[in-house]
């Protein structure tokens, strides 16, 4: 039963994370900043933290597998990118102690990491054109702000969950 609570709270997130991206789109202009929430990759790295590794690589590759159907262009990336960051943070978590200020940062630290792994796919794929400059400023800084913020109202919930 905990199993499915696990991945129906996950499947939650991931809607959540997708009527988030649909409700705020911003323009500047011509210039569009881009907010990308990843309340599913913070769910997995957290579970992968609480709950061990083991349950939190069959979850993402469940959650990834769905996200890729439902909004992925290019299939697999969020699939390897959930399973790469998942568990690269495990290892990483296995050196840092486990209090909230660092599990805060690695959290943010794979959602940049995530970001910049499919920038660099849909780059070498030839279907964005890379600007280093307005990649950092209008996507990389407004992503950080918005996952800081759910991250911060995600926690607390998810921490009396774990």
């Not at 792994?117 to 964005?128: C, E, Q, R």
């Not at 995600?154 to 009396?160: G, M, R, S």
């Amino acid at each position: 039963m905990r199993a499915l609570s696990y991945f129906l709270i996950g499947l939650l997130l991931f809607y959540i994370d997708v009527a988030i991206s649909l409700v705020i789109p911003m323009h500047i202009g011509h210039t569009s900043i881009i907010f990308v929430p990843h309340l599913t990759l913070m769910y997995l790295v957290m579970i992968c933290i609480y709950r061990g590794l083991n349950v939190a690589l069959i979850l993402s590759i469940v959650l990834g597998i769905i996200t890729d159907v439902t909004i992925g262009t290019i299939y697999g990336i969020y699939l390897f990118g959930y399973l790469l960051l998942v568990v690269l943070f495990d290892q990483l978590f296995k050196v840092f102690y486990r209090d909230k200020s660092m599990l805060f940062v690695l959290v943010l630290l794979s959602t940049l990491c995530f970001e910049i792994f499919s920038a660099i796919i849909y780059g070498v794929l030839g279907l964005i054109d890379f600007n280093i400059i307005s990649f950092i400023f209008f996507r990389i800084v407004p992503t950080l702000i918005i996952n800081l913020i759910l991250l911060i109202i995600l926690f607390p919930i998810l921490h009396k969950f774990f």
